[in-house]
């Protein structure tokens, strides 16, 4: 079946610096977004990207659908930047959206 | 932003029973899903309904499983009967277009004892 191979699963930051989150996909997706988990445990849509870049604030996504891959970029990480992100991706024609397991990320000071 | 409402938050049922987890979607979204989510584990696509049918289903969405969205109601799923690999939190979505930016409630945390 379609699969999303999420890395890293967890992922420690300080304060200000960055890093990257990655999804691979296994066949041709025709998008992806980027959620984070918040709090109330609701997921909350970062980006919706069916090609090229999206930036908003501290975060860029990136989605390659040739290359079968998405990005997520943090930038400057801050405290309240701590949480669980994913990534989910449908095929073209399709109608179900397949989620990546997860990145913990950690933000401390 | 737009709001996805889940009712109940938390249900607990013995197992044989029947049990329906309740979405309230956002107000002018055409395309809704379940997902499940096993403590621990991923997040599992269940179905996606449009137009008051089933557009695609997982093989996890079982035959006593049942999707509707009664005259632009409620969109519900119903378990009948339980079993107790059901335990799970159940999260609904929508959205406007199909498979394009989904919106989620926050869970309903399903126990089947």
């Known amino acids: 079946g379609d699969q999303v191979e999420q890395s890293p699963s967890a992922l420690s930051l300080h304060e200000g610096t960055g890093s990257a989150l990655r999804c691979n996909f296994t066949?041709?997706?025709?998008?992806v977004q980027w959620f984070r988990k918040n709090s109330r445990g609701s997921l909350i849509n970062l980006f919706y990207?069916?090609?090229g870049t999206k930036e908003n604030g501290r975060l860029k996504s990136a989605f390659d659908s040739k290359e079968r891959y998405s990005t997520l970029h943090i930038r400057d990480a801050q405290l309240e930047d701590s949480g669980t992100y994913f990534c989910?991706?449908?095929?073209?024609?399709?109608?179900?959206?397949?989620f990546g397991s997860g990145t913990r990320l950690l933000v401390s000071p | 932003g737009p709001k996805v409402l889940q009712i109940p938050s938390h249900q607990i049922i013995d197992m044989g029973q029947m049990v329906t987890l309740n979405c309230d979607p956002v107000s002018n979204h055409l395309y809704f899903y379940w997902y499940k989510q096993i403590l621990g584990q991923q997040m599992e696509f269940l179905v996606n309904?449009?137009?008051?049918?089933?557009?695609?289903k997982s093989k996890l969405f079982k035959d006593q499983f049942s999707v509707e969205r009664p005259d632009g109601s409620y969109f519900t799923l119903k378990i009948q009967p339980t079993a107790l690999e059901d335990s799970a939190v159940y999260f609904c979505?929508?959205?406007?277009?199909?498979?394009?930016?989904?919106?989620f409630g926050s869970g309903t945390r399903l126990t089947v004892l």
């Open positions: 309904f449009y137009n008051g049918k089933v557009m695609e």
């Open positions: 979505a929508s959205s406007l277009l199909s498979a394009e930016t989904l919106y």
């Open positions: 066949t041709t997706m025709r998008a």
């Open positions: 990207l069916a090609s």
């Open positions: 989910a991706a449908d095929r073209t024609g399709g109608y179900k959206v397949v």
